[in-house]
């Protein structure tokens, strides 16, 4: 690769890096995720670290340090009189290449709202591992029999399934619709789903088909990352509301701009596990249908709920149909399924229909029609209860290993349902600079201010992900991630 193109790739990197987190280890972190990524290959010659630091107007001394680091750990290898070269990493062959960032794409070619995805991303490079939030154990998942159904579906005899769709796999729409009414309580004919490609499709379509380009949209703060940038994407104006022990905390003066769109995860708000109150529930739904908002109900996890039974959904409890449930697959199934659903209010279902079929196009027919078949045989429930007992555990190990290891340095909230467990800092932490370090330490996790789109009411605190860790690695992850803590205190 030229010189001139490896530094452009340094350069597109360093732009991805935390702007809060110190110079020196932003440098470090670019280098290392370009180097895991291959976007800068075995073999490659880095520029020396004088013309780098010129050329990324940085100091030199950042450029050695930052070097030296990956030097250290084997990321890079200095051929003596020669340079400083990608080393060859026995093991990094065999691994996938983790999906490439923005390489080859020039901010300046964007347009303001393509700028404006890409400084806000938030996704994880790495998903998963010891302690990605939000993801399930895919090592788990019954894969002999997923093939099996997959398989079935894709045969000659079937090849109606491979076309585009418009309605989707009326199937799954009813095998959706009855377990909903079973673990949901949700009453819902199958016409009124449409099955979509995850849940930020569902936002999106929510988004364009809802609001206008400037209407309000109101978020939880904290909240998902991720229905705040679809819904900043589709051009709304997002509205951070704080939450309180009863969930979205609206005042009066909230309210007296209404929005169009209110966004919660009222079952098991995410990332704090807080159950929205019943009162809170009813007053919302009032609230908004007086005002005209439409409530999107993401209710992402709420079968694999440990301790209690599953709580009822706002949707279910909606006389007035101003709510729209978004049910996904990803946490009970696994993530690269891309299967989610929305549960309409009758009015909404034919618009629904035609937007995703004109904007996505339907497809997906064979694991749609797989998926249907996996739950009217009793494997979906049986696969959810195997991983609630095995996530149970894991959870309850890491709240052990944390407790023992850092006592009441922090302390912990969520967990009665999901895949992750929220840690809250007891003193002022960057815990920004604590998720950058541990990432460079191999342990992943997501800083608490993440989550929040007011950056003043921001918390430090760390949300950690316990599904997808095996049990024995649990202790290990959880006494790096502690060392890294103790050094911030
Ligand atoms: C709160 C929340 N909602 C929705 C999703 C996205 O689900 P999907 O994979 O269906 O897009 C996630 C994914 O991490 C999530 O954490």
């Known amino acids: 690769m030229e010189a001139h193109l490896i530094t452009e790739v340094i350069e597109q990197y360093l732009d991805r890096q935390p702007a809060a987190e110190k110079i020196r280890l932003r440098l470090y972190m670019a280098l290392r995720l370009a180097i895991l990524d291959q976007a800068l290959t075995q073999g490659t010659k880095l520029p020396p670290t004088r013309s780098l630091a010129e050329d990324l107007k940085l100091g030199r001394n950042t450029v050695v340090r930052a070097y030296e680091q990956l030097l250290v750990e084997g990321y890079l290898e200095g051929r003596v009189g020669d340079g400083t070269y990608v080393s060859d990493l026995v093991d990094l062959a065999s691994k996938p ?5 923005l390489i080859g794409t020039r901010r300046e070619g964007l347009s303001r709202r393509g700028t404006m995805i ?5 996704s994880s490079v790495i998903q998963h591992g010891a302690f990605m ?6 090592d788990l998942f019954p894969f002999s029999i997923w093939r099996r159904l997959v ?3 894709i045969t000659p005899s079937q090849s109606n399934l491979l076309h585009y769709t418009h309605l989707g796999y009326g199937p799954l729409k009813v095998a959706l619709a009855n377990y909903l009414r079973v673990t949901r309580m949700m009453v819902v004919d199958p016409k009124q789903i449409v099955v979509i490609n995850g849940s930020h499709q569902s936002i999106d379509l929510c988004a364009r088909l809802l609001a206008d380009q400037g209407d309000r949209a109101w978020i939880e703060d904290p909240g998902y990352w991720g229905a705040r940038n679809v819904l900043r994407a589709a051009g709304l104006d997002v509205l951070p509301i704080p939450l309180d022990a009863k969930g979205l905390a609206p005042t009066l003066a909230d309210w007296e701009t209404p929005p169009r769109l209110i966004f919660t995860s009222p079952s098991s708000q995410y990332p704090t596990g807080t159950v ?3 009162d809170r529930r009813l007053e919302l739904l009032e609230r908004a249908h007086q005002v005209g908002a439409w409530i999107i109900e993401d209710d992402y996890d709420n079968e694999l709920r440990y301790d209690e039974r599953p709580v009822a959904s706002l949707f279910g409890l909606c006389r007035k149909q101003r709510v729209i449930y978004l049910g996904t697959l990803s946490k009970v199934m696994f993530p690269g399924l891309r299967l989610a659903y929305l549960v309409l209010p009758e009015d909404l279902v034919d618009a629904f229909v035609i937007g995703n079929s004109e904007l996505y196009r339907g497809g997906r027919m064979p694991e749609q029609a797989a998926l249907a078949e996996f739950i009217d045989e009793g494997y979906f429930t049986a696969h959810i209860k195997r991983m609630r007992g095995v996530y149970q555990e894991r959870r309850d190990a890491l709240r052990c290993a944390m407790e023992s290891r850092l006592g009441d340095a ?7 349902a999901g895949l992750q467990l929220l840690y809250r800092f007891r003193q002022p932490v960057d815990d920004a600079s604590v998720a950058a370090e541990s990432l460079a330490r191999g342990v992943v996790c997501r800083p608490l201010s993440m989550y929040y789109a007011d950056q003043q009411r921001a918390e430090p605190g760390l949300n950690l992900g316990f599904a997808a860790v095996p049990l024995k690695n649990i202790g290990p992850a959880a006494t790096t991630l502690a060392e890294v803590i103790e050094h911030h205190l």
């Open 276 to 278: 929205m109150a019943l």
């Open 97 to 101: 290449a983790p999906p490439r960032r």
């Open 118 to 122: 890409a400084s806000n991303a938030a």
């Open 151 to 153: 398989a079935k579906y």
């Open 133 to 138: 939030p939000g993801v399930p154990d895919v």
């Open 410 to 416: 922090v302390s912990v909230s969520g967990g009665h």
